[in-house]
């Protein structure tokens, strides 16, 4: 491998960041600035995860080379070979600035730029100048609870007689602090998706599990959906009447205008219809606060009726399918049958290979045994990190896994090993941690939906969070390979990666305490997960969470297959009021062919043009239109033949 590699990781890491932004945001409609600078978070996250293996094994590749030298280690041919191989991997001096920018662009993003941007974002006003206004009186108290904290540990610094404050230590200081608060959330949750995610495949392999679950899903979304219709019908109500208030020729009109052009387009034509009614009671003037409040509540009113709207189309497809594909595992005929085939429109590529008959051998067979196979090689890891986070702070003897697995790649000089072994357990440690961050739900103020549905404020604090747990994790990771000198005391070469970070000894009740005993809570948050404890709690706090053995559950589930039924008869309905259309369409074709063979017309001439080009033109209405649709078409001259 050479620096090669770098740029390969660099661009793919790219492209994975655009594809997850495109699938959660919305790149048409959503801010510049705001799509920006999450792109660059995740981006710069994942950049770090990807990269940091090649760090490991250029660390450990320039600790033989000084082992070598210093003759430590006898000189064997294996040995020569691998150094010679490895004479070209990544240049000296690259990785160092690599991180250096990689980091600090992180943290002044997640530290003063998405915040402020975060508030300008949310921000109601009708200005940019009132937007930026807001964003720094909110982050006023933001900035200030930080800074003291700061400030603490640098008069804790200063009071200890052995330490002489400089730039360094300061900035040691600083990284300590951002990833003592990274570390409090990244394991919490560390432990809850250590056993979610070998739970969730397990039971995903059930496909009795996924439609009572999606049933259940589709009982809350219903009453979503009810809530957030009735909240648009209030705020449209509150718009009418402001509409209805402020006159053409008033110096706030502006601000209604733009307040209307954020309303459902039908809402603002009934607007427009009775704007400045003459009779009725004249409503009062609202002054400019009230509007930009009444600005907040359209924005977040329509974007979450559309979002529950989405939302609920595709419950409803996956509900649909689930119940495709129980009545297909009885089924005689080894095909998938859908009750909606116009609903799963594929590309070409995904129609020629997946046929419904793979589909169904997919689905009914090899499904369920994949799954489980994929569970119980995630739980087996899972199991391998707990293990390894009570046990890394020793040494002697090396009771880490991962340590021992490269430690013994290192023995052999098999840096691809080391590699594997890195990039396998630190990529499996994000997916635990990223994956929490994309389910978890604050109520309606942080909320990361597909399918574009995501709002401007929760990808930027979705790029926050990223940005404070990745460096903590990455230190965590480190140090269960015992390539963190401040846990594992040994006289090694660091990586270039924790040269950034400095001497944690500047805080050392930190690095001799918080960080090595504080991880080892995360085997009572898998338990408490393992247990449900959460979900549980929530349940009695009256937010419904789907235990198996609830009778909440039950209720909700029952409450959804009803739902479910009444929107596959009303769907059914469609289908058929469609397929009636294309029958009366043809129907029509068919007469006007019959027509063109009595015509006393010669074949070819103009009036049998002018009946083909009215079939076309049949053809084309029905398919936007009804079927309550009436053609004439001209045939013989001044002769006309209607068609119903």
């Not at 959906?225 to 509409?243: F, G, P, S």
Request: aromatic letters at 14%; charged letters at 15%; one cysteine or more.
């Amino acid at each position: 491998m050479s620096g090669a590699a770098l740029v390969v990781v660099v661009v793919v890491v790219f492209f994975l960041a655009l594809y997850l932004l495109q699938r959660y945001g919305d790149l048409r409609r959503q801010q510049r600035m705001v799509l920006l600078g999450t792109l660059l978070a995740w981006y710069l996250c994942f950049l770090i995860v990807f990269i940091l293996p090649l760090d490991v094994s250029t660390t450990i590749y320039n600790q033989c080379l000084l082992d070598t030298a210093n003759q430590r280690t006898p000189v064997t041919q294996a040995t020569l070979r691998f150094i010679y191989w490895h004479r070209y991997y990544i240049p000296d001096g690259i990785l160092p600035v690599f991180w250096r920018v990689v980091y600090w662009t992180s943290q002044f993003l997640t530290w003063l730029l998405l915040p402020f941007m975060q508030s300008y974002a949310r921000s109601a006003a009708f200005s940019r100048v009132g937007k930026m206004k807001t964003a720094l009186i909110e982050n006023a108290i933001y900035y200030g609870t930080y800074l003291l904290i700061f400030i603490s540990l640098l008069i804790y610094v200063a009071a200890h007689p052995s330490w002489q404050l400089s730039w360094r230590e300061l900035q040691t200081i600083g990284i300590t602090a951002a990833n003592t608060w990274g570390l409090f959330l990244l394991v919490l949750l560390l432990g809850y998706g250590l056993v979610e995610i070998p739970r969730s495949y397990w039971l995903s392999s059930s496909h009795g599990y996924l439609l009572a679950k999606t049933y259940f899903k589709a009982a809350k979304m219903a009453t979503e959906k009810v809530e957030a219709e009735e909240n648009l019908a209030d705020v449209m109500e509150d718009v009418a009447a402001v509409n209805a208030s402020v006159r053409q020729n008033h110096h706030l009109r502006k601000c209604v205008d733009t307040i209307l052009t954020k309303c459902p387009t039908d809402y603002q034509e009934d607007m427009g219809r009775h704007v400045e009614s003459p009779g009725g009671e004249q409503n009062a003037i609202p002054t400019k606060r009230s509007l930009i409040n009444l600005h907040k509540k359209v924005i977040s009113a329509v974007h979450r009726h559309a979002q529950t709207q989405v939302q609920w189309s595709i419950l409803t497809d996956e509900a649909f399918h689930l119940e495709d594909v129980a009545k297909s595992q009885s089924s005689p005929v080894r095909q998938l049958t859908h009750s909606f085939p116009s609903a799963h429109h594929h590309g070409w590529i995904r129609r020629f290979f997946y046929t419904p008959t793979v589909e169904w051998y997919w689905e009914c067979v090899f499904r369920q045994s994949f799954y489980r196979l994929l569970a119980v090689l995630l739980c087996l890891l899972s199991a391998a990190v707990v293990w390894s986070e009570c046990t890394f702070f020793s040494t002697h003897p090396v009771l880490s896994l991962f340590a021992v697995f490269v430690d013994k790649a290192e023995k052999h000089h098999n840096y691809i090993c080391i590699e594997m072994v890195c990039f396998v357990s630190i990529l499996f440690l994000c997916v635990c941690v990223y994956s929490t961050v994309f389910r978890i739900r604050f109520f309606n103020y942080y909320y990361l939906v597909p399918h574009h549905q995501t709002d401007a404020y929760s990808l930027q604090f979705s790029g926050m969070l990223f940005c404070r747990l990745t460096p903590p994790l990455c230190l965590n990771f480190l140090g269960l390979i015992h390539m963190d000198s401040t846990i594992s005391h040994q006289d090694r070469i660091q990586t270039s990666y924790t040269s950034i970070m400095g001497s944690m000894r500047v805080l050392s009740f930190i690095s001799d305490g918080f960080y090595i005993y504080y991880p080892m809570l995360v085997l009572l948050l898998c338990f408490a997960t393992f247990y449900s404890l959460g979900s549980r709690c929530l349940n009695l706090l009256g937010f419904p969470q789907y235990i198996t053995d609830g009778d909440l559950t039950s209720d909700l589930e029952n409450e959804g297959r009803e739902l479910i039924r009444r929107e596959r008869r009303k769907r059914q309905k469609a289908e058929d009021g469609g397929n009636r259309r294309w029958v009366r369409a043809f129907n029509l074709i068919k007469s006007s062919i019959n027509l063109l063979q009595f015509s006393s017309q010669p074949v070819g001439s103009l009036a049998q043009l002018r009946v083909l080009y009215s079939c076309a033109f049949v053809v084309f209405c029905f398919r936007i239109g009804g079927s309550d649709m009436e053609f004439r078409v001209p045939l013989d001259g001044p002769e006309m033949v209607t068609l119903r």
